[in-house]
């Protein structure tokens, strides 16, 4: 059982740069691939980013080259760095967790590749 709660939603004007994080129990983080999603006010919720046990990276189109997943294990800690924040990003953020594939995901990872998921944290951004 993999246990998430994120933290860092909050607001934020256009331009500016918020780093969310995901604190994660349960599970050995080494052996997790992990995402991050959002749903933006009256929309699905989408795909961000995905983070595998390399380390190796994957981004939506939208959000490439402004937002950065990291994770640090030893804090059993997964985060996202968001600079240049645009309106558009306004959404609530959702960190997830996949534990079936150990960890090896190479691509940008969908919502129902996802088992486990924290409460959500909202980012509000304004002009």
């Known amino acids: 059982q993999v246990e998430l709660a994120e933290a860092g939603g909050g607001s934020v004007q256009a331009g500016g740069s918020k780093r969310l994080s995901c604190k994660v129990s349960?599970?050995?983080?080494?052996?997790?691939?992990f995402g991050w999603f959002r749903r933006p006010p009256g929309k699905a919720r989408e795909a961000v980013a995905t983070?595998?046990?390399?380390?190796?990276?994957y981004y939506a189109g939208s959000v490439k080259g402004r937002f950065t997943i990291s994770k640090d294990n030893g804090k059993n800690t997964l985060y996202l760095q968001m600079d240049s924040l645009e309106l558009e990003d306004t959404a609530m953020y959702y960190c997830?967790?996949?534990?079936?594939?150990?960890?090896?995901?190479?691509?940008?990872?969908?919502?129902?590749?996802?088992?486990?998921w924290g409460q959500g944290t909202q980012v509000t951004v304004s002009s």
């Open positions: 997830a967790a996949a534990v079936s594939w150990g960890g090896h995901c190479y691509e940008l990872q969908q919502e129902g590749d996802f088992r486990y």
């Open positions: 349960g599970y050995d983080m080494s052996s997790i691939c």
């Open positions: 983070i595998n046990k390399y380390e190796n990276t």
